[in-house]
Nanobody, 115 residues
Framework: QVQLVESGGGLVQPGGSLRLSCAAS????????MGWYRQAPGKQRELVAT???????NYADSVKGRFTISRDNAKNTVDLQMNSLKPEDTAVYYC?????????WGQGTQVTVSS
């Protein structure tokens, strides 16, 4: 079992930056993949970025060049640095992990990009 707790969401103006953090806890041997998904009102949940334990990353085309994902395997944390934010980045952001053949999700943190 993996519990995920996000932090760092909020309100930011277009062009601004935010950093999301997620900490994993519980009883597990290791976490293979950590990442972030988001869901805007009326839309399906979509991939933002993932990172493997080895450090391989995958980004949605819409965030490439603006967002950077990183993780600390020793601390079981994953961060998402979001720069040049746009109104269309507004969504609830969910931390995700794939560990021991199961998916785990955080409770979500709201990111609102508005002037």
């Amino acid at each position: 079992q993996v519990q995920l707790v996000e932090s760092g969401g909020g309100l930011v103006q277009p062009g601004g930056s935010l950093r999301l953090s997620c900490a994993a806890s519980g009883r597990f041997f290791s976490i293979d993949v950590m990442g972030w998904y988001r869901q805007a009102p009326g839309k399906q949940r979509e991939l933002v970025a993932t990172i493997t334990r080895a450090g391989d990353t995958n980004y949605a085309d819409s965030v490439k060049g603006r967002f950077t994902i990183s993780r600390d395997n020793a601390k079981n944390t994953v961060d998402l640095q979001m720069n040049s934010l746009k109104p269309e980045d507004t969504a609830v952001y969910y931390c995700y992990s794939w560990a021991e053949r199961s998916n785990y999700w955080g409770q979500g943190t709201q990111v609102t990009v508005s002037s």
